[in-house]
């Protein structure tokens, strides 16, 4: 990113550039198993955090239809091109509260949005605040100990998951969990996520998954 290039411009330009292309997220079996976890949790009212264009959320409302979905995104870009969501809206987690009263939400889901944050304690102090006692957080992120990322470190070269300049946290299991207990969180899950395999998540997920996602519970 260039130093004149704010973080929001950078990602409004990817959604007017390879994001949008025709085909650009095919393939990607993040949101179908995301929602499955979402189904078991049944909330009726949730926010999706780093919404995008709403993909997430048309899955959610698959499994479960008259879930109430509000979705917030950096990206201008991304709100514009975004349906499914019952409410959205555009909020700098580097700075700014969410727009949503205490205690008002089932989940909170951020998948792919920690890392890239500057305070990701800050913005998991938000979730918490705008949950319900009882409520959850489901949080997935690129996983620091995958096995290919030791390997590139081993030959010497920088793992590409912190290569990556839009990246300004890396994260394992030991450190995801961390950080939720720190901000009022019970882990209730921990696991991982695989875009093919996804048995071998079972096997070890700390270093055979590239994704980790971490299921907390709000006091």
Known sequence: MSQTMSQRERYDLEWNGWKAAAGAFEGVRRYGQISRRVAA???????????????????????L????VH????????LDRAQ?????????LNGERLPEPD??????????????????????????RV????????ITVPNVAFWRFRVEAL???VPSVTADERHLHS??????????????????TMTGLRQRYESLAAMGFTWLCDTLLLIGRRA
């Not at 239809?65 to 109430?68: E, L, M, Y």
């Not at 979705?71 to 991304?78: E, K, N, P």
């Not at 499914?84 to 700098?92: I, K, M, P, T």
């Not at 949950?131 to 489901?138: E, S």
């Open 171 to 188: 994260f394992n299991a030991a450190l995801l969990s961390a950080l939720a207990v720190r901000e009022g969180f019970e882990v209730v």
């Open 84 to 92: 499914g969501l019952d409410r959205q809206y555009a909020v700098d």
């Open 41 to 63: 949790l049944a909330p009726g009212r949730l926010l999706d955090v780093g919404c995008g264009d709403g993909r997430l959320a048309r899955e959610i409302k698959q499994v």
């Open 71 to 78: 979705g917030c995104d950096l990206s201008l870009a991304a």
């Open 103 to 128: 205690g008002s939400l089932d989940l909170v889901i951020a998948s792919e949005v920690i890392e890239h944050l500057i305070e990701p304690g800050r913005a998991m102090a938000e979730f918490h």
């Open 155 to 157: 030959r010497g070269d």
């Open 65 to 68: 239809p008259r879930v109430v």
């Open 131 to 138: 949950l319900r006692p009882g409520g959850h957080v489901l």
